[in-house]
């Protein structure tokens, strides 16, 4: 069955560090790649995806995240976080084949002033 | 304005009550979803839909029910509430005809209370 894991649970960091949160899946297939956010008491949003082409991501607010295909994964980066990225990430995979989107169990990011 | 609604917002009832969560979208998409978030799972589909007469079963569709009444409405049911199904509920939307760039968009969310 198609899983996505994210290895990192709860982040903390103080402001202008720099973060890198992992996904990985298990699903050899074409697939959409997807890192949603979700900011305290508010709906996901997207913030960034990947389809076909630069495996180098931009999204919104300063993110990136990189596909590489051989680890299966799709990590997020942002070179220096603020507060305001205080929330909660998910990462998350739609097969072509099922066309079912499967969420990693999300990661809690904290960032002190 | 947005795009896909939930209604209720929040929402307390007791054990072995019905219960009917309602989604609405103006986005003019095919495909709408059904999930539940629940800490430290993320979120797990319930039910989906890819037009108005083709419902699904995600991977914990036991305790509910839905019904696409349009394109734009699909609702979700607790025939019976229970208190694990204490949870937040969101709904989604896709649009097929998008080939290659099927992203969903996701309503505000419903919190749900069971007690």
């Known amino acids: 069955a198609q899983s996505v894991s994210q290895h990192n649970h709860h982040v903390i960091l103080s402001e202008a560090a720099s973060l890198e949160l992992g996904c990985n899946y298990s699903y050899g297939g074409t697939v959409n790649l997807f890192w949603y956010v979700q900011y305290p008491g508010q709906h996901l949003q997207l913030l960034l995806k990947?389809?076909?082409?630069?495996?180098l991501v931009k999204g919104i607010k300063g993110f990136e995240a990189e596909f590489i295909k051989s680890k299966f994964s799709f990590n997020l980066r942002k070179p220096s976080v603020q507060w305001s990225d205080t929330a909660e990430y998910f990462c998350a995979v739609l097969s072509y084949n099922t066309d079912k989107l499967i969420f990693g169990t999300g990661t809690r990011l904290q960032v002190f002033p | 304005d947005a795009d896909v609604t939930q209604t209720p917002r929040n929402r307390i009832t007791k054990t072995g009550k019905r219960i009917m969560l309602e989604c609405s979208q103006t986005?003019?998409?095919?495909?709408m979803y059904w999930y539940r978030q629940d800490p430290g799972l993320g979120l797990r589909l319930i039910y989906y839909?890819?037009?108005?007469?083709?419902?699904n079963k995600g991977e914990i569709s036991d305790g509910y029910s839905v019904s696409r009444q349009a394109q734009a409405k699909f609702s979700l049911s607790l025939e019976s509430a229970i208190p694990n199904q204490t949870a937040l509920y969101f709904c989604?939307?896709?649009?097929?005809?998008?080939?290659?760039?099927?992203?969903?968009?996701f309503g505000p969310g419903t919190r749900l209370t069971v007690l």
């Open positions: 986005k003019g998409h095919d495909r």
């Open positions: 839909s890819f037009d108005v007469k083709d419902i």
């Open positions: 990947y389809f076909s082409g630069d495996p």
């Open positions: 989604a939307t896709s649009d097929s005809s998008r080939s290659g760039n099927n992203e969903q968009f």
